[in-house]
Each structure stands twice: as structure tokens, then as C-alpha cells.
């Protein structure tokens, strides 16, 4: 604020040197009161300042505020939700290992059912084996075949498995069948065929319901259905009849055709082999017929043989 100038003190005269003290002293006034307006405008700005400084400063405040209580309320929000993910997180690893303890008794179960169908295989192989002497090789030759045709085609090793002890009871219903029709030596009747081909639905019938023999039973019944539809029992065509039974029949009648029989001596391979192939397309699934005819061009068809003789049952 600017200095207030101090009035100058003129000594009392009369005449004319009172009229100048007079005027001096007007003059005095008039710049003391020249300057108390300039000091009450600077009072007033500085305190219009100080008003728009102090009420920005209160709005930043209320701004401030604002925003803590904001955070806050985000802050209580976040821990909310990480304590909502924490138990989700706690619940999902209680659901994980309950899962995961499932899981292994479905593997244990599933063992336990593969165990228990393989040793039943085993059972039911060793009857047909004693029922009708060369089966027991036969059998182990055709589950060669069909696991090696199966890989041929390119399945899954589990699936090659499956088909391979699967393929084992396909004339597991011949338990059912008389001695005197299954070892005879003559050519069989129509009425003896008839009872041989009932077999088919024995065995469907002896493998039950269980999903472990789903696939046998799938074997069992159809290995004699023909690829144009003129098999038995049911007359099935082309890929009606099952994958696996469609490899199995060929598997099977190459064997029986090359393996010595009641009624009949061992054919050669290469004739077997040719009739295998002449009937592809008509009795059997082209595919397997070929993946077979593949198998011997390799020489695994003979190395199986060889492997597996009748002498092994």
C-alpha cells in the first residue's frame, strides 16, 4: 500500500499568506483523501482476490473430497470383489480336487471292468477252445489279423485293442451249438446250417449288456453279414454292419480258409488270399479286404502264422 503523504504544517499568517496556507491545506486534503481512496481499492481488490482464491480453494476441496470418497467406495468395491474371487478361486480348487478324486475312481472302476471282461474273454475262450479243438489258435491268429489291419487303417491304438480282444468271441455263441453239427465232417444240411447260424445271436446273447462287450457283441452278431446284404442274421449292407465286424469277417474266413478243419484241408495263403480278394465288394468291405492284401504283400500275414500255429493250442 502506498505511503500516506504527511500534511504540511504552514505557520498561521493572516492576509495573503493565509489564503496559500488555506489553499495548501486543501491540497493536502485532497491528496490525503486522493490516497485513502486508492488504499480502500486496493483493500477491496486484495479482498476480492482473496474471495475468488479462498472459494477456488474451497471447490478444490469439495473436488477432492469428492474423489476421496470415490476411491473409497472403488477401494471397498475391489476388496469386495478380491474377496468374492478368493472364495470362487477357493471353491473352484475344492470342485478341482473333487474332480480330479472322481476321476481317478472312474479310471479305477474302468480298470477294474477291463480287468474283469478280459478275464470273462479268457473264460469264454478257453470253453469254445474245449468245445472245439483248433479254435483256441484260430482265435489268437484272427485277433492278430484284425489288430493289425485295424493299425493298417490308421486307428487309435486303444481302439486297435479293443477290436483285437473283441475279436476273440466272435463264434463265442458256438458254445451253444451240438457236437455232432460243429465237428462234422459231411456237408451240412439245411436244417444243421440253420442251428450254425443261430451262433450269431447266441453270442450277442452270452456277451450280455454290459458297455465293456459292446463292441463283442457287435462282432458276435454280424461277422457273418456280407457287404452286399445277403449275410446273416439280419441281412445288414455295407457300413450298416460295424467297422469291427466288417474287419473281423475277413480275418476270420482268410484263417478258416487257410486253416485245416473237420471237413475240409488247409488252403494255401495265396489261394486264400485270392478268394479273400475276389470277394471284395460282394461279401466283404473293400477296405479291409485291401488293408489285408496289404498286410501279406509286407509278409505279416505270414510272420502271424508262423507265430501262431494250430500246434499252439
Not at 503523504?5 to 496559500?20: F, I, L, N
Not at 458297455?211 to 449292407?237: N, Q, V
Request: hydrophobic letters at 35%; one cysteine or more.
Amino acid at each position: 500500500m502506498p505511503e500516506t503523504p504527511q500534511p504540511h504544517v504552514v505557520p498561521a499568517s493572516g492576509g495573503e499568506d493565509g489564503d496559500q496556507a488555506d489553499q495548501m491545506l486543501r491540497q493536502l486534503l485532497e491528496q490525503a483523501l486522493r490516497a485513502a481512496q486508492l488504499a480502500n481499492q486496493q483493500a477491496v481488490k486484495m479482498a476480492q482476490d482473496f474471495a475468488e482464491t479462498y472459494s477456488r480453494e474451497q471447490k478444490l476441496a469439495r473436488d477432492l473430497e469428492a474423489k476421496v470418497q470415490e476411491l473409497q467406495l472403488t477401494q471397498r468395491q475391489a476388496t469386495v470383489f478380491a474377496e468374492d474371487l478368493a472364495q470362487m478361486l477357493r471353491s473352484e480348487r475344492t470342485r478341482r480336487r473333487e474332480l480330479e478324486r472322481s476321476m481317478d475312481q472312474l479310471r479305477i472302476a474302468n480298470e477294474e471292468l477291463r480287468r474283469n471282461g478280459l478275464q470273462a474273454i479268457s473264460h469264454l475262450a478257453l470253453a469254445a477252445s474245449i468245445k472245439d479243438p483248433g479254435t483256441g489258435a484260430h482265435l489268437q491268429r484272427v485277433r492278430r489279423y484284425v489288430e493289425a489291419v485295424a493299425q493298417h487303417l490308421g486307428l487309435p491304438q486303444e481302439k486297435v485293442e479293443e477290436l483285437g480282444y473283441s475279436s476273440v468271441m466272435h463264434d463265442v455263441g458256438k458254445i451253444h451249438t451240438p457236437d455232432h453239427i460243429l465237428q462234422s465232417t459231411d456237408t451240412l444240411s439245411p436244417e444243421q446250417f440253420e442251428v450254425i447260424k443261430q451262433h450269431c445271436l447266441d453270442g450277442e446273447r452270452i456277451l450280455g449288456d454290459g458297455l465293456f462287450f459292446e463292441t463283442a457283441r457287435a462282432i458276435a452278431r454280424e461277422h457273418h453279414e456280407r457287404w452286399d446284404g445277403r449275410g446273416y442274421p439280419s441281412g445288414l449292407k455295407g457300413e450298416a454292419i460295424s467297422l469291427a465286424a466288417r474287419i473281423v469277417s475277413v480275418c476270420d474266413v482268410f484263417d478258416a480258409l487257410t486253416s485245416r478243419r473237420p471237413y475240409k484241408e488247409a488252403w494255401s495263403v495265396g489261394d486264400g488270399m485270392r478268394t479273400i480278394v475276389d470277394g471284395a465288394g460282394t461279401r466283404f468291405d473293400p477296405v479291409a479286404v485291401s488293408a489285408l492284401q496289404a498286410l501279406h504283400e509286407r509278409g505279416l500275414v505270414e510272420g502271424i502264422r508262423a507265430e501262431v500255429s494250430d500246434t499252439a493250442d
